[in-house]
């Protein structure tokens, strides 16, 4: 009898290319998540859909229900994709679900998730990463005022990017208000190359990995092409991703952004324990599903890129257009893999289309970006679950 797995975060499209590697090496697939969106739903995939309640708005409520779900439908295993991954480590859900929640404890990812302690952390277990210092408030910004040029400020607590300010303006740092309850970082600039990648871990050891970069972003933070690296970053990276997973003792997935510097010398920026992009570089024949399953160990990645086909045409053509570079941006189109769907399978570019839609509507009536929209209820700051 088939193996069952539950992966949640359907909205991603991340989640859409688990499914299909999961279905490839015949596992019967569950795809759930909090709100009813129409991309892996439009799929021709058999799978099942599911919806659970919002776990940041009714957190226990989602907690009884996923338990609930796992028990009716037999599922032997549990995926996160997205952050929802901390409400499942809720400490009550988390003895539920035992063995079959595919993701650290709570406190680990707690460490990995707070880009300040993320840091910290890998001080200790001697790994690199720029020096770093906590903001409480406005007098521990200040003490940079002189020389903000030379750091980066961000939220402990954020997602894709887009609150982070990159050597900034002395009337922008006079913006920025940290205090106990909503910590800032300020983070050595390290001038150089950026680069991320995504890695699959089992019990410490590291089964899968892909590292990329990407020219293409949505306001420059998210990224919606992703180019594998060369071989020589790319053994430099797994050496590093290989490393944290062995630290940290790391079972699930978990990815992280990188500077390299001018030295070629790699800097662990921060850190998201679930599913990104660069899954869609692993996907395809059913390994990846295997590692994340089964502990296999997956061989080299494939070189080809891959690219959101949406983001592509509505932002990545204009800014082609716009900065001169209409060759890279066809040789990519042309030679990459588009994430969402695949020959025969077509709807779910149209539901992806639909979906967005749905997000920019949302993040207007709550006053709010695009992006922010789509983890309004997800996300998770800190916050103490179980309440």
């Known amino acids: 009898m088939a193996r069952s797995v539950l992966i949640t975060g359907a909205r991603a499209v991340a989640a859409l290319d688990l499914a299909r590697d999961f279905a490839a090496a015949g596992w019967q697939v569950h795809l759930a998540d909090s709100r009813h969106l129409r991309m892996a739903r439009w799929s021709r995939l058999a799978v099942s859909h599911h919806l659970y309640p919002p776990p940041r708005q009714e957190g226990e409520a989602f907690r009884h229900r996923v338990a609930a779900l796992v028990e009716e439908q037999n599922i032997d295993f549990v995926v996160p994709t997205c952050e929802e991954v ?25 460490q990995l998730h707070d880009k300040f302690a993320f840091v910290r952390v890998c001080e200790s277990w001697g790994l690199p990463a720029p020096e770093s210092h906590r903001l409480e408030s406005r007098a521990d910004v200040a003490r940079f005022a002189g020389e903000a040029s030379e750091w980066v400020f961000k939220p402990c607590f954020t997602r894709f990017g887009d609150a982070a300010l990159v050597g900034p303006a002395p009337e922008t740092l006079e ?7 909503a910590l800032w970082l300020a983070q050595r600039r390290i001038h150089g190359r950026e680069a991320a990648f995504y890695a699959v871990a089992h019990h410490g050891k590291l089964v899968a990995f892909a590292a990329y970069a990407s020219d293409w972003r949505l306001g420059g933070a998210a990224s919606y092409a992703f180019e594998p690296l060369g071989d020589g970053d790319q053994a430099m990276l797994h050496d590093l991703a290989a490393r944290l997973a062995a630290s940290a003792s790391l079972h699930g997935q978990f990815a992280c952004d990188v500077m390299i510097d001018a030295q070629g010398r790699p800097f662990l920026i921060e850190c998201n324990p679930r599913a990104t992009s660069g899954v869609h570089l692993l996907t395809g024949a059913g390994t990846l599903a ?22 592509m045409l509505v932002y990545g053509l204009p800014q082609a257009l716009r900065e001169g570079r209409l060759r890279p941006w066809w040789q990519l189109f042309a030679t990459g893999r588009e994430a969402i769907s695949r020959p025969g399978d077509r709807w779910p570019l149209a539901g992806a289309l639909a979906d967005a839609a749905g997000f920019f509507l949302e993040g207007r009536r709550h006053s709010i970006t695009t992006t922010a929209a789509t983890t309004r209820d997800i996300a998770w700051n800190g916050e103490e679950l179980d309440r």
């Open 86 to 110: 901390f409400h499942l480590a809720a400490p009550s859900l988390r003895r539920d679900l035992g063995a079959r929640l595919f993701a650290p404890d709570l406190a680990m990812l707690r």
């Open 290 to 311: 295997r590692a994340i399953g089964e502990g296999v160990p997956m061989t080299a990645p494939s070189r080809a890129p891959a690219y959101l086909g949406p983001a």
């Open 175 to 181: 913006r920025i208000t940290p205090s106990p309850a």
